[in-house]
């Protein structure tokens, strides 16, 4: 079993920058594909972006794509979320997964996933 921990949220105006970091320990998830998913008050849980095991390959909701980066650093065991021109509808808790398979499936669902960590509030103000 692997422990999550997420940092880097908060309250940030739109069109600012947020980092999120995920820390994995217990075991290494540099075989894995993560990523991270987010969900918005009284939705459901919603793709966000996704990266390999081996950070050749990413995938980015459309919701995301051209402002949000993944990126993960097997050394440290981490990854991470660069997220640029925020937006209020950005507003969530964003969940940081580890997922069963070492690459990203065509369809994602949160059942791939076995690992999650507890959450980090992201709140774009207008």
């Known amino acids: 079993q692997v422990a999550l921990v997420e940092s880097g949220g908060g309250l940030v105006q739109a069109g600012g920058s947020l980092r999120l970091s995920c820390a994995a320990s217990g075991r290494t998830v540099s075989t894995r594909a993560m990523g991270w998913f987010r969900q918005a008050p009284g939705k459901e849980r919603d793709l966000g972006a996704f990266i390999s095991w081996g950070g050749a390959t990413t995938y980015y909701a459309d919701s995301v794509q051209g402002r949000f980066t993944i990126a993960r650093d097997a050394a440290q065991n981490t990854i991470s979320l660069q997220m640029n021109s925020l937006k209020p509808e950005d507003t969530a808790v964003y969940y940081c997964?580890?997922?069963?398979?070492?690459?990203?499936?065509?369809?994602?669902?949160?059942?791939?996933?076995?690992?999650w960590g507890q959450g980090t509030q992201v709140t774009v103000s207008s």
């Open positions: 997964a580890s997922s069963r398979f070492s690459t990203i499936p065509t369809t994602i669902r949160p059942s791939d996933f076995d690992s």
